[in-house]
Nanobody, 122 residues
């Protein structure tokens, strides 16, 4: 089992920046892929970004390309999501997930954190 804890969310004005962190503990070696997803009330969880173990493969939701950057520090068992030029439509509860293959489908990730809220005001 792996445990994930997200942090770094908050309230920010449009155009601002936030960096989310996801700290992993437990059997982290079992899950080589880390992903960020977001969810708004009444909607399904949506893929935002994913990264493989070595960090040389990353994938992004089209609407966040050029604004968000996913990275990881395996020595610290932590994955980051740097979010720049934030827009009101980025407002959501952001989750990190652990999996074994890069995929945009949230159901294929095996473990989740509790989420961290990001609110972007206009």
């Amino acid at each position: 089992q792996v445990q994930l804890v997200e942090s770094g969310g908050g309230l920010v004005q449009a155009g601002g920046s936030l960096t989310l962190s996801c700290a992993a503990s437990g059997r982290t070696v079992s899950y080589s892929v880390m992903g960020w997803f977001r969810q708004t009330p009444g909607k399904e969880r949506v893929f935002v970004a994913a990264i493989n173990w070595s960090g040389d493969r990353t994938f992004y939701l089209e609407s966040v390309k050029g604004r968000f950057t996913i990275s990881r520090d395996n020595a610290k068992n932590t994955v980051y999501l740097q979010m720049n030029s934030l827009k009101p439509e980025d407002t959501a509860l952001y989750y990190c997930g652990a999996g074994v293959a890069i995929t945009t489908r949230w159901k294929e990730y095996n473990a989740w954190g509790q989420g961290t809220q990001v609110t972007v005001s206009s």
